[in-house]
């Protein structure tokens, strides 16, 4: 996020109601701040590993690499970018890029925690449908609370989408089905855990708050 709010990016001046780090710091320490932070991740997964197969740290390593990668983050961050005032951009397109930019995160966070514990392909492949569904629905509501939420509210700026001239759900659906999708996504979401019961209890109850939120 620290990368994310630069000038040469999304330009927010607020993330969670305070300054951004560029704003307080200069753009120089942010990027090296979102640097240092994003090698840690790696640095935390070798250190507190010991005892696991090598075989699943090299998976979860991997995993994380892919995330932030050409076909995670950067990748869709790129698209984003580019698409910024043009004209034709799509549903499809909109779809590529935040299961590239967001939902890839998200991936990761719910199946390297899966692949650690000793998760199957099969309950791998489950929790990537679940992630990737709630990644999606995530930047929908991201999308709605953009337009319908003021900036005290979100603890960011609003409006930054509609004045970038960013491709949104809402712009390209309107806000009633935006809403609609964002529920089918959670929806599809929770289908994907239901062998596990109650013991998914915890990111069923993620995925309703991810559309319930107020900022």
């Given at each position: 996020?620290?990368?994310?709010?630069?000038?040469?990016m999304?330009?927010?001046?607020?993330?969670?109601?305070?300054?951004?780090n560029?704003?307080l710091?200069?753009?120089?320490?942010?990027?090296?701040?979102?640097?240092?932070?994003?090698?840690?991740?790696?640095?935390?997964?070798?250190?507190?590993?010991?005892?696991?197969?090598?075989?699943?740290?090299?998976?979860?390593?991997?995993?994380?690499?892919?995330?932030?990668?050409?076909?995670?983050?950067?990748?869709?961050?790129?698209?984003?970018?580019?698409?910024?005032?043009?004209?034709?951009?799509?549903?499809?397109?909109?779809?590529?890029?935040?299961?590239?930019?967001?939902?890839?995160?998200?991936?990761?966070?719910?199946?390297?925690?899966?692949?650690?514990a000793?998760?199957?392909?099969?309950?791998?492949?489950?929790?990537?449908?679940?992630?990737?569904?709630?990644?999606?629905?995530?930047?929908?509501?991201?999308?709605?609370?953009?337009?319908?939420?003021?900036?005290?509210?979100?603890?960011?700026?609003?409006?930054?989408?509609?004045?970038?001239?960013?491709?949104?759900?809402?712009?390209?659906?309107?806000?009633?089905?935006?809403?609609?999708?964002?529920?089918?996504?959670?929806?599809?979401?929770?289908?994907?855990l239901?062998?596990?019961?109650?013991?998914?209890?915890?990111l069923?109850?993620?995925?309703?708050?991810?559309?319930?939120?107020?900022?």
């Open positions: 996020m620290i990368h994310d709010d630069l000038p040469a999304d330009n927010d001046d607020f993330r969670r109601g305070k300054p951004t560029h704003v710091y200069g753009d120089d320490v942010a990027i090296l701040a979102g640097d240092a932070m994003l090698s840690t991740a790696f640095e935390y997964v070798a250190a507190n590993t010991k005892g696991v197969a090598a075989e699943r740290v090299v998976q979860v390593l991997r995993m994380l690499g892919e995330s932030v990668g050409p076909m995670g983050l950067a990748g869709g961050q790129v698209m984003d970018l580019k698409c910024e005032g043009q004209p034709d951009v799509g549903i499809d397109t909109l779809q590529w890029i935040h299961t590239y930019k967001t939902a890839a995160l998200l991936k990761a966070a719910v199946c390297c925690g899966a692949a650690l000793g998760a199957s392909d099969e309950d791998l492949a489950r929790c990537e449908t679940y992630a990737n569904k709630i990644g999606l629905a995530f930047q929908v509501a991201d999308d709605i609370l953009d337009v319908t939420a003021s900036t005290e509210e979100l603890g960011k700026t609003a409006g930054k989408d509609l004045d970038a001239d960013k491709t949104t759900y809402p712009k390209l659906l309107g806000l009633d089905r935006s809403r609609e999708v964002a529920r089918e996504l959670v929806d599809e979401a929770k289908a994907a239901e062998p596990y019961g109650e013991r998914a209890a915890p069923l109850g993620l995925a309703d708050y991810i559309i319930s939120r107020s900022n």
